[in-house]
T-cell receptor, first 115, second 112 residues
Framework: DTEVTQTPKHLVMGMTNKKSLKCEQH?????MYWYKQKAKKPPELMFV???????INESVPSRFSPECPNSSLLNLHLHALQPEDSALYLC??????????????FGQGTRLTVV | TQLLEQSPQFLSIQEGENLTVYCNSS?????LQWYRQEPGEGPVLLVT?????EVKKLKRLTFQFGDARKDSSLHITAAQPGDTGLYLC????????????FGKGTLLTVNP
């Protein structure tokens, strides 16, 4: 299995809703990421988990709350989002066997629209 | 400050033409990756270069890592409409934080 699977593929939510994005990989990768991407822009790093521990938070607002229940799963809990948070949310994973090379394998993303 | 400068940002060419995309930095990278992304999809890893001066080929795509490991290029020969997409370079500074720094991307359109 060489895939990173993200659900749902599309999500529309109101500004008072609470929702969660899910990500799963079975490649044995011990680094997992959440990125946010606006149209025609590069992915912006939000969070990095390394060995199930949060290692990087790129000053993301607290309305985004990541969770790593185990080495295969990564969630992003959303609460009280703003319309400007509408974007493609990408999950990625990376093998950690070598410290000199980081290769990210991305899921297809969740297209989030906040109304 | 953009750690990785990617150019050009937009490129529109005719089928059959050649093109080169550049990724430059003042910093040394432990490795550098190139990704291609189609609309509505996640980026797909094309290649990783690790050694200074390294050249890798993937069909009509040629990737080069600079001798000092600060820059890289992607050359496409005889571009086809199927090459259309957003090309992203990403650098890794090494160590155990597993953080990738992305360039701004090159939006390539190959017209039939």
């Amino acid at each position: 299995d060489t895939e990173v699977t993200q659900t749902p593929k599309h999500l529309v939510m109101g500004m008072t809703n609470k929702k969660s994005l899910k990500c799963e990989q079975h490649m044995g990768h011990r680094a997992m990421y959440w990125y946010k991407q606006k149209a025609k822009k590069p992915p912006e790093l939000m969070f990095v988990y390394s060995y199930e521990k949060l290692s990087i938070n790129e000053s993301v607002p607290s309305r985004f709350s990541p969770e790593c229940p185990n080495s295969s799963l990564l969630n992003l809990h959303l609460h009280a989002l703003q319309p400007e948070d509408s974007a493609l949310y990408l999950c990625a994973s990376s093998p950690t066997m070598t410290s000199y090379k980081t290769e990210a394998f991305f899921g297809q993303g969740t297209r989030l629209t906040v109304v | 400050t953009q750690l990785l400068e990617q150019s050009p940002q937009f490129l529109s060419i005719q089928e059959g033409e050649n093109l080169t995309v550049y990724c430059n930095s003042s910093s040394v990278f432990s490795s550098l990756q190139w990704y291609r992304q189609e609309p509505g999809e996640g980026p797909v890893l094309l290649v990783t270069v690790v050694t200074g001066g390294e050249v890798k080929k993937l069909k009509r795509l040629t990737f080069q890592f600079g001798d000092a490991r600060k820059d890289s290029s992607l050359h496409i020969t005889a571009a086809q409409p199927g090459d259309t997409g957003l090309y992203l370079c990403a650098g890794d500074r090494g160590g155990s934080n597993y953080k990738l720094t992305f360039g701004k991307g090159t939006l390539l359109t190959v017209n039939p």
